[in-house]
């Protein structure tokens, strides 16, 4: 009795997992209430006209847009606030105004170059300038890391789904666990748990 109770109570947890992995596959894939409030990171820039004005004591006030359906990556000014997903990135005047990227399998987080693209040009060498040998300007090692990061939580979230299947089986079975069930059951919640410490 004691092994149903503990394949139970690991196969539960792996059902709280894959509820919480849809969440974090549902961010930033648009601007609706659910997804706009779900992100893997946030870079705000709301002060940075104003670290350039304190460094250049020139006014910056045209580096921000105020047209929040401005496409991304064509220039048209910053945002606010960039909020990253697994599919797609997203730009927000505010909390609630802004914009996403085309969704793509496995977007890579590259905060430079999403920063970049939509400042003009001699703001983003400005930028290039003041960021130059920095961790934050390398977007190609960030990329490749969270490229590997989406496939590892991809594959977490099919192993805790299909441990939540084997409770659904062993529910409706009514049977008492074999040892071949109980290997498969703590074998996916093991991979589970290496794919969440992996990631952070």
């Known amino acids: 009795m004691r092994g149903e109770v503990c394949v139970s109570a690991a196969t539960l947890l792996s059902l709280a997992a894959l509820l919480l992995m849809i969440f ?38 045209s580096i921000y847009t105020t047209n929040a359906s401005a496409p991304l990556g064509v220039q048209a000014g910053l945002r606010y606030f960039y909020d990253f997903g697994l599919y797609s990135y997203c730009a927000y005047l505010n909390n609630s105004q802004g914009t996403c990227s085309n ?32 961790a934050f300007m390398d977007s190609s090692s960030l990329g490749s890391a969270t490229k590997a990061a989406y496939w590892m939580l991809l594959l977490g979230t099919v192993c805790a789904l299909l441990a939540a299947l084997t409770l659904v089986f062993i529910l409706l079975q009514k049977s008492r666990l074999t040892f071949c069930q109980w290997f498969l059951e703590e074998s996916f919640f093991v991979l589970l748990f290496n794919d969440f410490f992996c990631i952070w």
């Open 24 to 61: 974090v596959h549902v961010g930033q894939i648009n601007t609706s209430t659910v997804p706009r409030n779900i992100a893997m990171a946030r870079v705000n820039v709301s002060q940075y006209s104003s670290a350039l004005e304190l460094s250049f004591t020139d006014p910056f006030s």
């Open 103 to 134: 969704m793509t399998v496995g977007n890579q987080y590259r905060p430079y170059d999403a920063i970049t693209s939509d400042m003009a040009a001699n703001y983003s060498r400005i930028t290039q300038a003041l960021v130059q040998g920095t």
